[in-house]
């Protein structure tokens, strides 16, 4: 049998396989499938399959690799799995007493660096403090040995000048005196001024007592009465202090007791003769 005379056989079977098909499908009044029935000549039919809808394939979880994980997923991701196996990232982490102990040391050592770190930034602090502040002493006071050797020569200047006689009175004197208020009036503006002690009260940081003038009806005690020498100040430090004298009242005497009368005259009881 050639190749054309079968297919062509198998064409005119087709359409009675279709009507097979179509009574197989036929379905009850309750709507249920009914079994199929079998034609004649073709012998017991195969069980037809129920007709219902395939039920949907179950959703296969997408895996994916620690590789493929980004973003904060894998961020939680990376930090749970540095958890022990079956443990929660609440749970405490336990660790060994020898780490424990290195740690706590270590803690330690780190607290004693930063307090010495502390101290050390404090001295620091105080030591520039104080350079600054030594800084400006030595500048304020960077005359005074200059100063303090003029000062003899300033004191025989206004011993000339004080003493009657020893320069004329007339338009020298004159001529001189304006010379020394002009020659003080440039120390001053270097900070150098004297310091007055007549009439005031005795400091020990700026007067020296040479004499004591005791006196009863004086001034109150340690009241300077004198200076022999005078004193300087250089802004707020004493160049050299001044020699006075300072007063002192004398306690006054008790008056004299008067003589005690003679009772044996008041009485008219002639004394004893005198023994020879």
Sequence with gaps: MS????????????????????????????????APRPENGQGAPAAAAPATAPAPAAATPATTTPEAQTGPAAATGNAAGAAPA???PADPVLVPAAELAELRRRAAERDD?????????????????????????????RSEPLLRDLL??????????RTPGVIPDGPGLQGLLLMEREIFRLLENHGLKPIDSIGKPFDPSAHEVITV?????????????????????????VLRPAQVSIARRKPKAAPAAPPAPDT?????????????
């Design 3 to 34: 190749l054309r005379h079968r297919f062509s056989r198998t064409k005119n079977k087709m359409p009675e396989t279709q009507t097979t098909t179509q009574n197989s499908t036929q379905t009850t009044a309750s709507g249920e499938p009914s």
């Design 86 to 88: 079956g443990s929660s």
């Design 113 to 141: 660096l930063h307090a010495q770190l502390q101290r050390a930034r404090a001295d620091f602090l105080n030591y520039q403090q104080r350079a600054v502040r030594d800084r400006e002493s030595a500048l304020k006071y």
């Design 152 to 161: 003899p020569a300033l004191d025989n200047f206004d011993r000339a000048l």
């Design 213 to 237: 003038d005791e006196k009863e009806d004086g001034p109150e005690d340690n009241t300077i009465v004198a200076e022999f020498r005078k004193a300087y100040r250089l802004h707020d430090r």
């Design 264 to 276: 044996a005259a008041q009485a008219g009881v002639e004394p004893p003769p005198p023994s020879a």
